[in-house]
Nanobody, 125 residues
Framework: QVQLVESGGGSVQAGGSLRLSCAASGFTASRNCIGWFRQAPGKEREGVATITIEVGKPNYAETVKGRFTISQDSTKNTVYLQMNSLKPEDTAVYYC??????????????????WGQGTQVTVSS
């Protein structure tokens, strides 16, 4: 069974940093896409960043470009999201997700098949 587990969330003051981890199991990560999404209360889930394992370049939402970095450790089937210069508007539950094909752009949440349980990120001003 495919399983995605996020970790690394927490509370931080504006301007601080967090690193989220997504550990994937049950599927071959090579040439598959891993994405990070976030959802704040009362808002729709939005894409943050994506990467195609071993193939693609990272893709970022304009709201996080230059502040967040997505990276991979394929030997562990783990994808990271390094979040720097955090802002209060970054507050949300962050989810990792997977789809069994390339992800060469920031695709919508509905195109991802597998999801983790989410990890809370809270940024205080």
């Amino acid at each position: 069974q495919v399983q995605l587990v996020e970790s690394g969330g927490g509370s931080v003051q504006a301007g601080g940093s967090l690193r989220l981890s997504c550990a994937a199991s049950g599927f071959t990560a090579s040439r598959n896409c891993i994405g990070w999404f976030r959802q704040a209360p009362g808002k729709e889930r939005e894409g943050v960043a994506t990467i195609t394992i071993e193939v693609g370049k990272p893709n970022y939402a304009e709201t996080v470009k230059g502040r967040f970095t997505i990276s991979q450790d394929s030997t562990k089937n783990t994808v990271y999201l390094q979040m720097n210069s955090l802002k209060p508007e970054d507050t949300a539950v962050y989810y990792c997700a997977a789809r069994p094909n390339y992800c060469l752009s920031l695709l919508p949440a509905g195109t991802f098949d597998y999801w983790g349980q989410g990890t809370q990120v809270t940024v205080s001003s």
